[in-house]
């Protein structure tokens, strides 16, 4: 029987998991790695552990699921997007650590580029807004600071990277230097339409092409491994961003269907066919897996604090001790008593973008317990996503006739029951909640023809628990209202702090 290993490599863990030809779960395996804070806003990550983390993964899930690397039909690679990394074309050494999506330490270039009236070109070619989030700033500031790296890229002596690039890079012996389009549209130097690089944007950025590795579609047979690493070849076959991944994973495959990722935060992609549609309400554009010739687009918007929230709860309040104890805690209490939580620790994202919002508890009395505040930050999530779907909706390319959910925090019924109140459209969680691994696999899957098209896995797709609306659609609004109102509380330090408009 032919199986199918998916490598999902994530900002905190690696993980890889083996599929069969039937879409489900053979087996598993998860390692964390460092997290490396070197200063106040800068998060790195060492390529080398990046590397070795996913390596032994793969190496215990093909031991766990007892098969063959032989019986292994190809891989599907996933991974963390935007994350930056340079590594030496002879040597594969890299020059510096990977500098993380969460990075902010090119926020100074990111003001120099907007006040060279770069921000139209940005939109209109990449989709994307100028931030320190993409890779093209970190790129610039490997270049700027760390010695001999401009002269030595140049030169062309260097290679610029994704993880999934550096992943590929690795596992054929430095043979590969490629990437695909969902990663290449992460990096603010990426013509979404023409599906190219662009040379305006990397002459403005002062980043030589020289480094750049080719782009491929995400389901494509790119080559194979080395035989050391598995024992044998296997085909590397899929490449795709991780959210692109899930949004592919959940059968989304069509314009206006939605997924929303409930992870550490939420990552909430709507596709958008074959036009990528230009937000005006505060939502990016990027490209999303294609298997055909024409490209497809989807709209993305990102939550900062989603499961997190739970972790703060945990860790920060010692409120409960695991993460899955909230839903008990919450449900206690018929409702939140009145408070509303808005967790915008690290300043609020799509659609509100407010980097200076701090965190707000709003609606406290003397009968609030710890069980309505865990209520009302379960509820956070739920409220937050809405906004970004309502800017979705607002952004008129269809109609969401219903939400795909995963990521950890889909497991909480009581969460995705108040998403389907709030949104007033079903809310489906599938069996396979690893949806952006069982994404990579598919794509692997379609490249070497396991599968033979989009309509076959959409049949695959199997339906754990759908979470219909219960409240009215007043209710919802009044709810939504309430939210709208603390967000206001929550924005206002950042307000004063900017003095009067
Ligand atoms: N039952 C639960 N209810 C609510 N949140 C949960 C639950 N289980 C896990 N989480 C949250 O989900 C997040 C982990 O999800 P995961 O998809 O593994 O995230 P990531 O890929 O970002 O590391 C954590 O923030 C955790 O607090
Ligand atoms: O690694 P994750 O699951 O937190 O996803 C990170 C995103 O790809 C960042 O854009």
Redesign the pocket.
């Known amino acids: 029987m032919p199986y199918l290993m998916a490598l999902d490599q994530?900002?905190?863990?690696s993980r890889a998991v083996i599929f069969n030809e039937r879409g489900e779960i053979v087996s598993s395996a998860q390692r964390e790695f460092t997290q490396h804070f070197p200063q106040p806003g800068w998060v790195e990550h060492n390529p080398q552990e990046i590397w070795q983390s996913q390596l032994q993964t793969c190496r215990e899930a093909i031991a766990r699921a007892g098969v063959r690397t032989t019986d292994i039909a190809a891989l599907g690679i996933t991974n963390q997007r935007e994350t930056t990394l340079l590594w030496d074309r002879k040597t594969g050494e890299p020059v510096f650590n990977a500098i993380v999506w969460q990075d902010r330490r090119t926020e100074v270039l990111c003001d120099a580029l907007r006040e060279a009236g770069l921000e139209a070109a940005v939109s209109s070619k990449t989709g994307l807004v100028i931030d320190p989030y993409f890779s093209a700033t970190k790129v610039r500031w490997l270049l700027d600071q760390i010695p001999g790296v401009r002269q030595r890229a140049e030169r062309g002596e260097l290679a610029f990277g994704t993880v999934d690039s550096w992943l590929v890079w690795k596992l054929t012996g430095g043979r590969l230097h490629v990437t695909d389009v969902t990663n290449a549209s992460r990096t603010m130097l990426f013509n979404i339409h023409t599906r190219t690089w662009d040379d305006e944007l990397l002459a403005a950025l002062g980043i030589p092409a020289s480094l750049l590795p080719d782009v491929f579609p995400s389901s494509h047979i790119h080559g194979v491994t080395e035989p050391e690493w598995f024992g044998a070849p296997v085909r590397i076959a899929g490449i795709a961003g991780d959210q692109q991944a899930a949004l592919f994973g959940q059968a989304c495959f069509t314009r206006g269907q939605a997924k929303n990722t409930?992870?550490?935060g939420c990552f909430i992609l709507m596709h958008t066919g074959e036009s990528a549609a230009v937000s005006q309400n505060g939502l990016i554009s990027t490209a999303a897996c294609s298997v055909g010739a024409a490209p497809h687009y989807a709209l993305e918007g990102s939550v900062f604090i989603g499961?997190?929230v739970?972790?703060w709860l945990r860790d920060g309040l010692k409120a409960i001790s695991s993460?899955?104890d909230?839903?008990s805690l919450a449900f206690s209490v018929p409702d939140a008593g009145g408070v509303v939580f808005v967790p915008s620790f690290t300043g609020l994202g799509a659609p509100y973008w407010v980097p200076t919002a701090q965190g707000a508890i709003v609606g406290l009395s003397r009968g609030t317990t710890v069980a309505h505040v865990a209520r009302a930050a379960l509820e956070s999530i739920a409220f937050q996503s809405t906004s970004v779907l309502a800017a979705m909706q607002r952004d008129a390319v269809s109609p969401i006739g219903e939400l795909r959910v995963d990521?950890?925090?889909a497991?909480?019924n009581l969460?995705l029951q108040f998403q389907a109140d709030l949104l007033g459209i079903p809310v489906v969680r599938p069996k396979v909640i690893e949806s952006t691994a069982l994404g990579a696999a598919y794509l692997a899957g379609l490249a070497v023809g396991l599968f033979g098209s989009e309509a076959e896995l959409d049949a695959q797709r199997q339906v754990d628990r759908t979470f219909v609306p219960s409240i009215s659609r007043d209710e919802a609004a009044q709810r939504m209202a309430q939210w709208e109102v603390a967000v206001e509380q929550a924005m206002l330090p950042a307000r004063r702090a900017a003095g009067p408009a």
Do not use: H, K, M, R
Not at 10 to 13: C, D, I, L, Y
């Open positions: 994530g900002t905190s863990s409930y992870g550490t499961g997190a739970v972790q993460s899955s909230i839903e990521g950890g925090a497991a909480n969460l």
